[in-house]
């Protein structure tokens, strides 16, 4: 009856599966990719595993032949091909043959999607992006634009954004899903990469994508979430000249926002900076920049941007992210202080 019992749950668990996979957010996944390096990747994979089940198939076909045709009959033996030179030269060509089909493609878009000779160039129009991972979040610099971001990367869509990846820890690796292939961030060297993003597929989108870190890199690993605005050039064009247009830290428009300025200015400053300005190119940051955090659409990259889950994440970072290196920094403000702490946060915003 046991017995009886598992068999029925694999039917059962094999419809879950399929129902499930459907599940997620929208853009979140290899399979549906948006952008000319996501569009290579996703081909590769369709004709490696056509090239698979093609074997599969032929060698399923193949067995069932040689067993119903061929099977023994009486107590005859049936003539050998050992040493048939046919066969072997049958049995090894193909499989070199296939290889071929799968290499052919794969090596010229490895050299294709590896090629960044542009963002080398010294008077390049090429956006490139610095991206520094930490535990656990994402700094974005625009070295030619002269800012800095955290926790969610601005770039147009349809043209090569050029990335330029290290570490400030341990190792981490930078993926979107949806725009191509996971990269490591090392500690050691800078690897760099370039991906694009498709117009249609961003308005699809919703003009967000989804970032993740791919790399084990501590109890909070699966919660190093990242998310990437895809909007187009003039809009591009119109954040940054927002953000350059910040020079000095935005003041608070309310009383309750003033006090929670104040609090800022005593407390966190010294890790968070409130300007957009790369004044330390080289050097790792300790905290996001919080420049634009009024304009974001998540905090700490996972939580739903909102004044209840910015208190719960102040007064408490470790229950939302184990292992941050914000836990047990602000514990002890009280229910006012923290009231007005959201407030000035808030409404840190460059685009109205």
Known sequence: MKRLFKWRLIPLLSVLALVLSGCGEPFLSTLQPAGEVAEKQYNLMILSTAIMVGVIVVVVLIFLLVLLKFRRKDDRIPKQVEGSHKLEILWTTIPIILLLILAVPTVAAT??????????????????????????????????????????LIVPTDEKVYFNLKASDVKHAFWIPAAGGKMDTNTDNVNKFWLEFDSKKAEEAKNIFYGKCAELCGPSHALMDFKVKAVSRAEFDNWVSDMQNIKEPQQATTDLAQQGQEIYNNSCIGCHAVTPANTTPEAARLAPNLTNFGDRTKIAGILDHNEENLKKWIKDPESVKPGNKMTGAYGNLTDQELDALTEYLMNLKVQK
């Open 111 to 152: 050299f294709h999607l590896g090629d960044v000779d542009e963002m080398d160039k010294k008077k390049s129009d090429a956006l490139v992006v610095n991206v520094r991972a930490n535990l656990y979040w994402w700094e974005f610099e625009y070295p030619n634009e002269k800012i800095v971001t955290g926790q969610e």
